[in-house]
């Protein structure tokens, strides 16, 4: 299980940056500024225990591999409820990996959902197979089991589900599909850490599941990193065996594998996080749920539509995101960059429109589902750390543009335990970054 989290905010945390006109709220009770991301909060509260694992590392002179990988890979094992936690350079290696291990060959065909992350799809062509997409279902954006079943054909060997945004797919279709016609599930798990369904965790439900460390993710390290987790021992050994060139021992190669390693500075790294993961989805459900309040005291119901939980299971909430109907969604994200508000649009082409997979014949209207999405969707703030002045910031914005009316006076509401990092008078960070959201360079 995951360790309790032990660590508490700074005494000056609440003082450091709250003197500054910059951060005060202007007319109509808006902070000045709300950032897609805020990395450096995490950060400042875990700055000490962070440096002290990192300098144990460099102290140790193992950096490939070393203790701290094994470690986290039995951490991971035992918070997810898996036998096997194998980690790896990056959550798109997780992918390539698994389909290796699962000995896909060119000509293959693999089903997958277009909306998703470039990797998904990458991973199956990188080994010659040939990616099929799916359309998803309108209300979770996951991939559509009717769909699915439309698209398996007998040179079908393998389903790759995506739990996107933090939400599970529907296994409970899904998997009954996959052993009628005899094919594994690779579970791209990269934004669903967990993430539940029927109480088993995203990664311990189909055959291999791939996640991701990427910094913005609900575990993100201080650079790229992966893993795969596995119920069954054949494919662990196999997965363990293929991320070292298909080494063992040393110097013998048994088959062609890749160079997939997780740093051990990373692993110190995200030891010194996963404690705090549970806390941290925790949060970032509180703040999906006070979405959810402060879109309903707000007449926006003709112009967006908010996201809804998950019954089966729990959702983390990688993203919240919200459609935006009438040709609005391009607009309304222009505005709120102008009232620098972070937003993101995941994924604004789906990858079976994307031209490096022209060859495979795709044109506008094969996925309409999928394809409206993608001209439609829009993602707000979810971080861990987001204050309700930030919420109220973001969704206030959003009903200044649609000129909506607050219908609703909101609940009065305590005050949450990590407030007191974040000053009543707005976020310090943006005074650092001068930008909006912009905590890396890409955002998967």
């Known amino acids: ?9 700074p005494a000056n945390a609440s003082e450091k940056h709250a003197n500054s006109a910059d951060d005060r709220p202007e007319a109509g009770g808006f902070l000045p500024a709300v950032g897609l991301l ?26 490939v591999l070393g203790p701290d990988v094994a470690d986290l890979e039995a951490e991971l094992a035992r918070a997810l409820g898996v036998p096997h ?8 290696d997780a992918l390539l990996l698994a389909l290796m291990a699962l000995d896909i060959k060119p000509g293959d065909e693999v089903i997958l959902p277009s909306y998703t992350f470039f990797a998904t799809a990458s ?37 790759i589900p995506v739990h996107l945004f933090g939400r599970t797919a529907d296994m409970d279709a899904l998997l009954p599909l996959a052993r009628s016609a005899g094919v594994p599930v690779i579970e791209d798990a990269a934004q669903s850490i967990l993430s539940t369904w029927h109480g088993r965790c995203s990664g311990a439900l189909g055959d291999i599941g791939c996640f991701s460390f990427y910094p913005t ?57 996963l404690p705090h993961l549970d806390s941290w989805t925790t949060a970032r459900q509180s703040n999906a749920a006070r979405y959810m309040e402060l879109f309903s005291q707000y007449d926006l119901e003709r112009f967006v539509t908010v996201p809804g939980d998950e019954s089966r299971g729990r959702h983390v909430w990688n993203q919240f995101v919200i459609r935006v109907a009438d040709g609005c969604r391009d607009a309304l994200r222009t505005h709120l960059t102008q009232c620098k508000v972070g937003s993101e649009i995941y994924y604004p082409v789906p990858l079976h429109m994307q031209q490096c997979f022209a060859w495979l014949g795709w044109r506008k209207g094969d996925l309409p589902e999928t394809e409206r999405a ?7 703030p979810i971080f861990p750390e987001l204050s309700p002045a930030e ?12 000129n909506a009316p607050q219908t609703r006076k909101p609940k009065d509401e305590p005050a949450r335990a990590n407030d ?15 930008a909006v959201g912009r905590a890396d360079d890409v955002r998967c």
């Open 1 to 9: 299980m995951i360790r309790p989290n032990t660590s508490v905010l």
């Open 38 to 63: 805020a990395l450096d909060r995490q950060y400042d509260v875990l700055r000490e225990e962070i440096r002290t694992a990192i300098d144990r590392v460099c102290d140790s002179g193992r950096f």
């Open 85 to 92: 936690a194998i980690s790896c350079a990056s959550g798109s």
């Open 123 to 159: 991973a199956v062509t990188r080994l010659g197979a040939v990616p099929i997409f799916a359309d998803i279902d309108p209300e979770t954006y996951l991939i559509d089991p009717a769909d699915v079943e439309r698209k398996l054909s007998r040179r079908c060997r393998a389903i």
């Open 217 to 273: 993710k609900n575990l993100g390290g201080c650079g790229d990193g992966g893993f795969l987790t596995t119920t069954r021992d054949d494919l662990a050994k196999s997965l363990k065996l293929l991320r070292v060139h298909g080494m063992e021992p040393r110097y013998y190669h048994q088959v062609v594998g890749i160079n997939s390693r997780l740093d051990s500075i990373q692993a110190a790294v995200l030891r010194v996080k």
């Open 374 to 380: 993608a001209e439609e969707t829009l993602a707000l």
């Open 391 to 402: 919420q109220r910031t973001v969704v206030g914005r959003i009903a200044e543009f649609f």
């Open 420 to 434: 007191s990092a974040l000053p009543a008078d707005g976020p310090h960070f943006l005074r650092r970054l001068n």
